[in-house]
């Protein structure tokens, strides 16, 4: 039992020097990198309105705080609505692609179109369809996040090992019985892995649904916030906004991440 105790210390403690020694170098490259944006500002003696300082953003950011934390919470809940009701949809239609080979075979592509065509290029249609409305930023956005997750569930969910397959025909399992117990426990490490490429992706499809969903109407999201300071040419503003949508991403892909660990731990591939 001893033995046991120390093993897991150690293995506690390993954990704990590897998330240090992480975040330790996350910080050296973002210093490196601040540091690097502010020298060439000052080399080349850049206008603020061209390119601002770190410490100008910083001040920008600070200076509209209050817009820019009311607008992230609108645009956050937006990706995470958009990325729940794709998790939902996604995994409803990957269960039935892999119940039926020719229906994988007919659908797919068009679930691969939707991925290809720009959702700048929808988006309007949308706003047509379905007015200046909350709704349709969801729309949109999960329109976006759709393909990673039905892409990655049919994955799992159609590879189940050959010998898994043989045992249950042999004790007369049902087809139910056999996505249950087989299919959907072997599929849900790609549902994670979908969910997490959804997520940064999320983000990105709210903010661009908002820049023609804010047109007509009092939307007040982070793309409706970075349309109006662009119009303004307020450059640092600007880039405060993209910090506070980077750290919306952050957010999005974390708690994917630690939804996953809680609740499917034991089916995840790496614990």
Not at 220 to 226: D, K, R, Y
Request: charge should be positive; aromatic fraction near 10%; glycine fraction near 8%.
């Amino acid at each position: 039992m001893s033995n046991e105790v120390q093993q897991g210390s150690k293995s506690i403690r390993g954990n704990r020097s590897e998330w240090a020694w992480t975040a330790f170098a996350v910080i050296v490259v973002a210093a490196l990198g601040i540091a690097a944006w502010h020298f060439v500002v000052k080399l080349f003696d850049l206008p603020k309105l061209l390119l601002p300082t770190p410490w100008q953003v910083a001040e920008a950011g600070w200076q509209h705080r209050d817009v820019l934390l009311k607008s992230g919470w609108i645009t956050l809940w937006t990706a995470t609505v958009s990325l729940f009701v794709a998790v939902i949809i996604g995994g409803a239609v990957s269960i039935l692609f892999s119940q039926s080979r020719l229906l994988r075979r007919a659908l797919f592509p068009y679930v691969v179109f939707l991925q290809t065509v720009p959702i700048v290029a929808i988006a309007p249609l949308l706003v047509i369809w379905s007015g200046y409305e909350f709704r349709t930023a969801v729309i949109a956005t999960v329109i976006i996040c759709l393909f990673p997750i039905v892409n990655n569930v049919t994955t799992g969910l159609t590879s189940v090992r050959p010998e898994h397959n043989d045992l249950l025909r042999m004790y007369g399992a049902t087809r139910w019985q056999r996505l249950c117990r087989v299919q959907i426990p072997t599929a849900i490490p790609f549902l994670v892995l979908g969910a997490r490429i959804s997520s940064g992706l999320a983000v990105i499809g709210a903010i661009v649904a908002e820049f023609f969903v804010s047109n007509g109407a009092d939307y007040e999201g982070l793309g409706a916030v970075m349309t109006g300071w662009q119009a303004r040419t307020m450059t640092d503003a600007l880039m405060a906004a993209l910090a506070v949508s980077t750290l919306l991403g952050l957010i999005l892909f974390g708690g994917v991440n630690l939804l996953s660990r809680l609740f499917l731990k034991r089916y995840l591939l790496v614990n």
